[in-house]
């Protein structure tokens, strides 16, 4: 039995799907949706943005917001599980296994949302795969 599942939650469709499948699959334990900002990406506007504030932590909380909405809102469409929400700064794959510890199994969207994701074919879900200390299931 698996009591503590990480999801890492960027905002894509994918992400998503990592957690609804989380949440079928392992109804019964802790699960934490993590949202990692800072690292240059595709999202390097909001990275900056969020580098540039006067509290880093603060705005890095509030841009991951968002993504904790529908996360929420995706858990309490299953049985209203409560969702505990995490924010790291820096590189997401350093981020995701640094995290991967503390808990029994990851769980991944195959791929974020944009096409440059789509191109590298899930660069993080592969990398995160390889390194993690735990088991990690990757979504589609």
Do not use: C, Q
């Not at 790291?88 to 296994?97: C, E, F, Q, W, Y």
């Amino acid at each position: 039995m698996v009591d503590a599942v990480l999801v890492p939650m960027d905002g894509s469709e994918m992400s998503e799907r990592a957690l609804e499948y989380a949440l079928e699959v392992f109804p019964d334990a802790d699960i934490t949706a993590l949202h990692v900002v800072g690292e240059p990406s595709p999202m390097w506007a909001r990275a900056t943005g969020i580098a540039l504030a006067d509290d880093i932590e603060a705005s890095a909380r509030e841009h991951a917001e968002e993504v904790f909405e529908r996360a929420r809102e995706i858990a309490a469409d299953a049985d209203d599980v409560e969702l505990d929400t995490r924010v790291a700064l820096g590189h997401p794959v350093r981020a995701i296994v640094d995290r991967a510890a503390d808990y029994e199994t990851v769980v991944i969207g195959s791929h974020g949302g944009n096409v440059a994701d789509r191109i590298f074919v899930g660069n993080v879900a592969e990398k995160v795969f390889r390194r993690s200390p735990v088991p990690v299931v990757v979504v589609r």
